[in-house]
């Protein structure tokens, strides 16, 4: 299974970008996906996740209210919608698929040890 992200860049403070997450060689159906940030200096962040069984998503209090998570099974990616975007934003963005049911959940999303694919990041700086 592979992970492949795309969609950062360089923004301006209070502007948006939206991150995709490709799965190939499997279906998205059989994941759960989180997606995690790592800024300098700091630890890995769970952010957010979706689920594979109805799609209920969560998010961590520091992007809730401006990140949004969808997905579209028909393309195999998930998406990662972030709006309001400040420079505490900026950081290497990770999306990873997790084999266990229900890991989407509020209490085990934000834990690396339940993923088992991870993409390559994708960097997001907010600077003006």
């Known amino acids: 299974v592979q992970l492949v992200e795309s969609g950062g860049g360089l923004v301006q403070p209070g502007g948006s970008l939206r991150l995709s997450c490709t799965v190939s060689d499997d279906t998205l159906d059989n994941y759960d996906i989180g997606w995690f940030r790592r800024a300098p200096g700091k630890e890995r962040e769970g952010i957010s996740c979706i689920g594979r069984s109805d799609g209920t998503a969560h998010y961590a209090g520091s992007v809730e209210d401006r990140f949004t998570i969808s997905r579209d099974t028909a393309k195999n990616t998930v998406y990662l919608q972030m709006n309001s975007l400040q420079p505490d934003d900026t950081a290497v963005y990770y999306c990873?698929?997790?084999?266990?049911?229900?890991?989407?959940?509020?209490?085990?999303?934000?834990?690396?040890?339940?993923?088992?694919?991870w993409g390559q990041g994708t960097q997001v700086t907010v600077s003006s």
């Open positions: 990873a698929a997790s084999e266990y049911l229900g890991w989407c959940d509020p209490g085990y999303y934000s834990s690396p040890a339940g993923y088992s694919y």
